[in-house]
């Protein structure tokens, strides 16, 4: 986890609520990543970043949105929480094909 | 059919024992594969990649590649009881934004 940190690494909130996720990587890589882990279905990719205001949505996009205003930070938005979203939510980088994960960040809609 | 597909175990070895954890991938012009540990709770932790066909060994872990059957192994090695976790199977099939498609993982348990 050095160098990625996931803020806030817990969170319960109600159906319907925006909820915002923080990524932030001290390791200046140029690739991040959005991913939700699940049983049953391992980790999905929902959003990526190939640099500054470059981002493009991976398989599982729907409800979610990014965004990336400096190499350091990349936010997930839930637009409207749904309970479906309950999940953990893994943040990665990568400057070449290795991908690095943070601590992840439990949510539950509830 | 699943890109990437594991066996979800659980895989129970004795301690001193090799592990052999086992990946199949569907997409032929996949171009390099990770091995990923977790323990529960805790975040993936890359442990290994291997990109051309054969064996890559790092102290007690072996990775095995054989693009032709389009199949990728884990081996562990004197297996200890802390090495027991998830180990998720990742393949990228190339391209320039290095996304990786993940297996659903197999959770070895190693007995003491």
């Known amino acids: 986890d050095a160098g990625i940190t996931q803020s806030p690494r817990h969170k319960v909130t109600e159906t319907g609520t925006p909820v915002t996720l923080r990524c932030h990587q001290t390791?200046?890589?140029?690739?991040m990543y959005w991913y939700r882990q699940d049983p049953g279905h391992g980790l999905r990719l929902i959003h990526y970043?190939?640099?500054?205001?470059?981002?493009d949505k991976g398989e599982v996009s729907d409800g979610y949105s990014v965004s990336r205003s400096k190499t350091e930070d990349f936010l997930l938005t839930l637009e409207s929480a749904t309970s479906s979203q309950t999940s953990v939510y893994f943040c990665?980088?990568?400057?070449?094909?290795?991908?690095?994960f943070g601590p992840g960040t439990r949510l539950t809609v509830t | 059919q699943k890109e990437v597909e594991q066996n979800s175990g659980p895989l129970s070895v004795p301690e001193g024992a090799i592990a052999s954890l086992n990946c199949t991938y569907s997409?032929?012009?996949?171009?390099?594969f990770f091995w990923y540990r977790q323990y529960s709770g805790k975040s993936p932790e890359l442990i290994m990649s291997?990109?051309?066909?054969g064996d890559k060994e790092d102290g007690r872990f072996t990775a095995q590649l054989n693009k032709a059957s389009q199949y990728v192994s884990l081996l562990i090695r004197d297996s200890q009881p802390s090495d027991s976790a998830t180990y998720l199977c990742?393949?990228?099939?190339?391209?320039?934004?290095?996304?990786?498609?993940f297996g659903t993982g197999t959770l070895l348990a190693v007995q003491p």
């Open positions: 990665a980088i990568s400057e070449t094909e290795k991908q690095y």
């Open positions: 390791e200046n890589h140029r690739y």
């Open positions: 970043s190939y640099g500054v205001k470059d981002t």
């Open positions: 997409d032929r012009v996949s171009q390099s």
């Open positions: 291997i990109y051309s066909n």
């Open positions: 990742a393949v990228n099939r190339g391209g320039a934004t290095n996304k990786l498609i």
